[in-house]
T-cell receptor, first 113, second 115 residues
Framework: KAGVTQTPRYLIKTRGQQVTLSCSPI?????VSWYQQTPGQGLQFLFE???????NKGNFPGRFSGRQFSNSRSEMNVSTLELGDSALYLC????????????FGQGTRLTVV | AQSVAQPEDQVNVAEGNPLTVKCTYS??????LFWYVQYPNRGLQFLLK????DNLVKGSYGFEAEFNKSQTSFHLKKPSALVSDSALYFC?????????????WGAGTKLIIKP
């Protein structure tokens, strides 16, 4: 069974640009969550999608958005990039159920210059 | 509000010694608890979980965790530490009363095993 795939692995963008990150979940998983990880702030929850609907949302500005497609693949978009957006962005997928664990991708390392 | 606390930013242990990484939680109802490990520049890997039943849960790489309801804790343990256990460890909880199924994460604990 293929794991969670995130593309691209590394990305360098300029301030003011926008970026789109992609996540393909494990086959059969309908929940996809996104996290931002920085050395100083730890693991910060961005949002979660389930069956194409946003189910949970973290405390991030509107520049951060996401969506999920009918095949459960998800994208997140960050507009008007700021230097502080430099981080490792992690995607996790899980199946339905409170007792199920999440499976993480390798992450996308975004650097804003 | 639901929360998870990992009171130690860093834990240092000598190789071969037992290790404990602490986690306490605050949720309504009986929680579902998880431990994950993250190696440098990698995603998180699932270690183990407590759902119900035996309070001692065994997981990957020789790790185990003990659920203590009265102390609302779920500490991660290993009898004999390896240098390769050095990594970042995260505790997470999901509340059964939360209809949104949200996972609440601790801040992480850096585990350093010295040879």
């Amino acid at each position: 069974k293929a794991g969670v795939t995130q593309t691209p692995r590394y990305l360098i963008k300029t301030r003011g640009q926008q970026v789109t990150l992609s996540c393909s979940p494990i086959s059969g998983h309908r929940s996809v969550s996104w996290y931002q990880q920085t050395p100083g702030q730890g693991l910060q929850f961005l949002f979660e999608y389930f069956s194409e609907t946003q189910r949970n949302k973290g405390n991030f500005p509107g520049r951060f958005s996401g969506r999920q497609f009918s095949n459960s693949r998800s994208e997140m978009n960050v507009s008007t990039l700021e230097l502080g957006d430099s981080a490792l962005y992690l995607c996790a997928s899980s199946s339905q159920g409170l007792n199920t664990e999440a499976f993480f991708g390798q992450g996308t390392r975004l650097t804003v210059v | 509000a639901q929360s998870v606390a990992q009171p130690e930013d860093q834990v240092n242990v000598a190789e071969g010694n037992p290790l404990t990484v602490k986690c306490t939680y605050s949720v309504s109802g009986n929680p579902y608890l998880f431990w994950y490990v993250q190696y440098p520049n990698r995603g998180l890997q699932f270690l183990l979980k407590y759902i119900t039943g035996d309070n001692l849960v065994k997981g990957s790489y020789g790790f185990e965790a003990e659920f203590n309801k009265s102390q609302t804790s779920f500490h991660l343990k290993k009898p004999s530490a390896l240098v390769s256990d050095s990594a970042l460890y995260f505790c997470a909880v999901r509340a059964p009363m939360d209809s949104n199924y949200q996972l609440i994460w601790g801040a992480g604990t850096k585990l350093i095993i010295k040879p």
